[in-house]
Every structure is written in C-alpha cells, then in structure tokens.
C-alpha cells in the first residue's frame, strides 16, 4: 500500500508541474492564442521577402522611437518559432491615447490590441480583411484589404505620432471627440457580472458526489482511491468558489473623457441595445435600468468606462456596476439547482436500491436500539415484541419454504428440496402422503412396456425355438399387446395429450380409430394378438411412452412442490431477504437433471421426510416484519454485516446525510436568492432616484 502511495503521489506531482508550466506557456502566448480561436479558414507560411520586410519595418520603427525617446513596452516582437500568417475578416476599433506631448492610435480586434503599421491604415474599410503574423507581445498586421506591407518598404520611415493639438478622436466627424484616459483591467466584481455562473463548481460537487456513490459498490481494494477521486473534485468546487481569476480572464476596460451625445454613428447594433448614444463615434450599450439616468450626462463632459464592444460599465459620478454588485450582487443560482437535482435523483438511489436502502433502514433502527434475542420456540418468537434492527437468533425444527416468485419458471418440475429460502416454523408440521393415480398409472405403462421390450430369460410366454427365431431375425414381438393399450387407456382417459401414443397404437393393432382399438383390447378380441417390431420402431415405441408419461409426472411433481409450500395456517415463516438460502446442506452426488421423471417423483418421496423437518439453525437482522391474511408471521432476515459491510453501510449513511444536507441548503438559497433578486432592482433604481433627484446625494456606495 505504500509503494502504491508513493507512485500515486509522484504522479500528482509530476501533473501539477506540468499544468503549470503549460499555464505559464500558455500565458506567454495570450495573443497568439486569440489568433487561433478566430481563425477559420486555413493559414499559410511566411515566406522569406515578408520575413525580411517585416524586421526591416520593425527595425526602421524602433530608430525613430529611439531618437524621439518615445516609451516602446510591448512593441512586437518576430517570433521565431511559429511562421504562419492567419486571414481575419473583422472589424477593426481603433483608439485614440494620449503619451506626453503626442497622441497615437491603438488599434483592437474584439478585446485584443493589435499592432497596425501606418502604411496601411488608409486601407481601413469598415469590414476587412487581414493578415496577421504571431509574435510575442501582440499580433501585427502585414496585409489590410489586399496591400502588403512588403510593397511600402521605400516609405518605412514615416512617424506614426501626431501632435496633441490635432486632439485626436475616433472618428473625424465632429466636434464631439473621446479621450482615452487610460486602460484598466475589469474589477472582480464586473467580472462576476459577466461571467460568474457557479456551473462548473456544481459539476465537480456532482461529479465528487457520483464518485462517492459509485465507491459504495466497488471491492474494497478499489474504495480508498476512488474516495480520494471523490474527495479532490469535492475540495477542488469549493477552491473554485474562493479562488480569484487570473488576470488573463479579466476583460480590459477602456477609461474615455468626452461628451456623449444623443446620436449614432455606425448604427451597427440592434434597436433595442443602441438607443441612439454615442462617445466620439463609438456607439454606446449601456444596461436596460440605466435608461432613465443616462440623459443626466448627454452633451457634457462625463468620464465613461466601458469594454471594446463599447458596453458601458460606469458613467459620471454615480452610474457604476461595480457599485450595484457591490451592495447588492445578483444572485445566479444555477449551480443550486444543479446540485438540488442531483442530491434528489441520488438520494431516490440511495433509498430504493436495495443494498444501500438497507443500510438506511439499518442505520436508524440502530438509532433507536437494537437487542439481540436467541429463540427456541416459535410461541416464545410469536409473543416477542420485535422490531426492524433487532437481531434474532432461532434454532429448531421446521419446513423448508421456497417463496413462489424464487421459484424458477425453466424446469419447474426439478425439485430441489435443499434450497431452503425460506423456514416455516409450527408447532406441528404434518408430513403429508404423496399419492397419486397419476402417478401409479404412468408407472404401470412404463413397466409393461419395458418388461415386453426387454424381458428376462423367462419373460417370454412363447417357446424357446420361437423366441430363437424371434431374436435371430432382429425383431422385438410383443406378447401382451392389449395390457399396454389398456394402460393407456387409464393414463389417458381425462387428458387428450397422449394423441400421438394412442396414433402409433392404432398403427400397430392395425385398427382403423382409438376407439376402435380399445374396444377389441377390452371385449378380448386382441388377447391372443402378438405384434412384432423392428428394433428402430420398438426404440421409437419406447421413447414415445417415456415421454408420455413424463409430462403427466412432472404436473404430479409440479403440484406436491406447491403442496409442500403450502404452510398451514398460523406459526412462523423466516426468509432472506437478500434471496439465498437460510440453510446450507452438502452438494448432492449426482446430476438430478439426468434421472428420469419417475426417478424425480420416487427421490421427492424419499427425501420428503428431511424436507418437512428440517433441523435449522439461522439468524440475522430483523428487516421487516408483516402478517399474512391466514395469521402467519412474515420474518425478513439480512444477515450480520461483517467489517466490508460496515464500511458501506457506514459510507452510505454518511452519503445519504450529505445529499441530505446539500438538498435543504440549495432549496433555502435558491428561495433566499430568488428573493433578493426580486428586491434588488427595486433597490438600485431607489438608489439611482435619490441620487440624481436630491441634494445632497446619499453617500451609501461612495
């Protein structure tokens, strides 16, 4: 086991060690990973003149950087390593930002910053279409809209600032112009606005749960890993819920000074999300309760936060998501609902599979004390006040029981008395004699038939040169022909089945009907008839009539195994509950699926006597207890749980109270939180009222 602890742990080591460095890789490559997540179409090799035109641009760019002293931090790098060059049909958001006494542009696909060459910024279109090389600190563009960078390389040397009195904006169009003021990362509490779902955190509650579960019906061996497995999915959804994101998740905001006004420029959203609001020709989305506040800023100067897709996140003095999630976070409960469907779909397998129910029916009949009782006599196990839980101990002599729905429907007519399901236990258990007509006729035919078939030296009637003859030519005679159609008759008097014994008679008497046949047989007209047989047709003959005679047996053999498990009235019945016998004997030599059916019906009455007194001697834990309509006392007994058992049944009760627990806590915070939910706009929209309608403001949320 400590090898094994040892490998394991090594093994966990050696992933952790690698996910962080594939996370640290991964990180490194944050822009290189956009370009592959946009990507649809395939991508190609960067050939040599675009190589070498590339690093003489980024060469010329930095001499001119370097003598105006300009800041250079994350300026493109060539990557070595990857060559491919991706084609991008997007848009393309350009922004204006100020750096000491010079403006320039910056330029975003989606939410990444891209690096864009002066050269090709005419050809910008509304929707374009480039090609962008990979490199280490963001991607850069080398063709826009079918120019490349490699044809301007005689213009390289053009400065890209501008002066600050241009006031540069984003769009030449007006007077209304936006100031980047700068870029910020999105605060956690934005971040949970967009994306805090709870979903992933609930499938490794669930998936740590179903681990659990699943360990309750493996080999031991096997249960102390998979409740590690359980363990760290459980532990890893609530490192979920306390762990902060990466700063690589977190959105970045852009931070503008300017006047919105009361118009749209490109008009690129829909309707409903426009509202005809716009900062220096970018649209502007605000949230749906905002609407009624927004004019308060409209047409003076307003600082506005917002993303690349133009959602804004603050405006002026009091508008600010952050604030409202702040003092009043809207509340997702999606990973409760998650967890109340399953906690309740687990718990329903929990109490109806019968291994685990039983445990919880166990478990708390032991909450309320169990006793141990030894019994002797079934009027002493009559009168005693039991109870589920209790654990009985019984001794005596008693009958065995095979339940009907234990009995199988495949060869019903196999006795076997040994599979003692269940013990009836009476004061006096009568042994009933097993006769039957049937019975004795059927064993009348089988014997004349095979006492003419094959008789002794002296069987025959006939004399001595007679039967050398007989036997020389292979012929089998029959010299009592009318006893074995009389023995039909008796067999088969009530019961058409023997159409087929009775047809072959016929063929031998020479007759034209049964009836026929019969009548000459019993009016003594066939008493000095012989019928000789070839030795194929006495076979068949033989055949014919052992299985004739077979399936009026087995309805007799049928019929006393249902008799034997019959109880009387009143007294005791003890079964198992988990359908294995109560009393064990020694395996039988012999196959008793290769005796005949007469050889079934004479071994049921030789063993008829152990069968109806059993010694027995048996226990277990009480599990159910119920009473028939003839007055018979039902016992369902589950044997002690040994050390295996306890562990599942201790493991299964500590499951059945988790799911327990996590069922009622999501159903009070999903009521809890539908409320607060319902409470909370009301309460921002107060906030927002007081705010812009009185003075002094509140200051609650600064």
């Not at 008789?455 to 025959?460: F, Y």
């Not at 012929?475 to 089945?497: A, G, S, V, W, Y």
């Amino acid at each position: 086991m400590s090898s094994l602890v040892i490998i394991l742990a090594i093994f966990i080591i050696s992933l952790i060690i690698m996910a962080s460095f594939l996370n640290f890789r991964w990180r490194r490559f944050d822009n290189a990973r956009y370009l592959l997540s946009v990507t649809k179409i395939a991508s190609r090799k960067l050939n040599a003149d675009e190589y070498q035109s590339i690093e003489s641009y980024l060469k010329n760019t930095r001499l001119l950087m370097e003598q105006g002293r300009q800041h250079q931090a994350g300026y493109p790098v060539l990557s070595v390593k990857n060559e491919n060059v991706y084609t991008i049909s997007q848009p393309i958001t350009r922004f204006s930002s100020a750096r000491e006494d010079v403006h320039h542009w910056r330029y975003y696909l989606d939410e990444t910053e891209i690096h864009l060459p002066v050269l090709l910024e005419p050809f910008i279109k509304q929707q374009n279409t480039i090609e962008i090389v990979q490199t280490t600190s963001m991607p850069l563009v080398i063709a826009v809209n079918s120019h490349f960078l490699k044809d301007y390389q005689q213009d390289l040397p053009i400065p890209r600032a501008m002066a600050k009195t241009e006031q540069a904006s984003i769009q030449k169009n007006g007077n209304s112009r936006a100031n980047l003021l700068h870029a910020r990362k999105e605060t956690l509490e934005e971040h949970r606005l967009r994306y805090s779902t709870g979903i992933q955190e609930g499938i490794l509650m669930c998936m740590g749960l179903s681990a659990w579960f699943v360990a309750l019906f493996l080999p031991i061996p096997m249960v102390p890993w998979l409740m590690l497995v359980a363990f760290l999915c459980i532990l890893g959804s609530f490192w979920q819920h306390f762990r902060l994101p990466s700063s690589r998740k977190l959105s970045n905001i852009h931070c503008f000074s300017g006047i919105p006004k009361h118009w749209g420029v490109f008009s690129e959203f829909e309707p409903e999300q426009r509202k005809n609001i716009s900062l220096g020709g970018i649209d502007l989305i605000y949230p749906a309760h905002w609407e009624p506040y927004v004019s308060h800023d409209l047409d003076q100067n307003t600082d506005i936060d917002m993303y690349t897709n133009g959602h804004v996140v603050r405006q002026g003095r009091y508008l600010s998501l952050h604030e409202e999630e702040k003092h009043y976070p809207y509340q997702r409960y999606r990973k409760n609902l998650i967890l109340l469907a399953f906690s309740l779909f687990a718990m329903s397998l929990l109490y109806f599979h019968q291994p685990v129910s039983l445990s919880m029916r166990l478990s708390l009949a032991w909450l309320y004390g169990s006793n141990t009782e030894v019994i002797t006599s079934f009027t002493e196990l009559r009168k005693m006040p039991l109870k589920p839980g209790d654990v009985l101990k019984v001794k005596g002599i008693g009958m065995c029981y095979v339940p009907p729905d234990l009995i199988p429907e495949v060869n019903i007519t196999i006795f076997a008395p040994f599979d003692c399901y269940g013990i009836y236990w009476n004061s006096e258990t009568p042994l009933p004699i097993l006769e039957s007509d049937v019975i004795e006729n059927a064993s009348a035919l089988i014997t004349a038939v095979s006492k003419q078939l094959h008789p002794g030296e002296n069987g025959r009637k006939v004399n001595s040169s007679l039967n050398e003859a007989i036997a020389k030519s292979g012929m089998i005679l029959l010299d009592n022909f009318p006893q074995i159609i009389l023995h039909t008759r008796n067999l088969c008097e009530k019961n058409p089945d023997c159409h087929r014994l009775k047809n072959a008679l016929v063929n031998l008497g020479n007759a034209r009907n049964w009836d026929e046949l019969l009548n000459d047989a019993e009016n003594g007209k066939l008493d000095d008839a012989k019928v000789l047989l070839r030795g194929a047709s006495a076979d068949a003959l033989e055949k014919l009539v052992d299985m004739t005679t077979a399936s009026f047996i087995h309805q007799e053999i049928k019929k006393a195994s249902v008799l034997v498990n019959s109880p009387s009235p009143g007294g005791v019945l003890l079964l198992s509950d988990e359908d294995r016998a109560l009393i064990e004997y020694p395996m039988r030599v012999g196959n008793m699926y290769e005796h005949t059916a007469l050889d079934r019906w004479q071994e049921l009455q030789f063993l008829l006597e152990m069968l109806m007194r059993t010694p027995f001697e048996t226990g277990g834990i009480v599990t159910k207890l119920s009473e028939d309509a003839n007055g018979t006392l039902h016992i369902m007994l589950h044997r002690e749980p040994d050390s295996t058992d306890l562990i599942r049944y201790l493991g299964s009760c500590l499951l059945l109270a988790i799911l327990l627990a996590t069922f009622t806590i999501n159903v009070i915070i999903i009521i809890k939180k539908r409320q607060k939910n319902q409470q909370r706009l009301q309460n921002i929209t107060t906030y927002y009222d007081n705010c812009f309608n009185s003075s002094p403001p509140p200051a609650d949320w600064r």
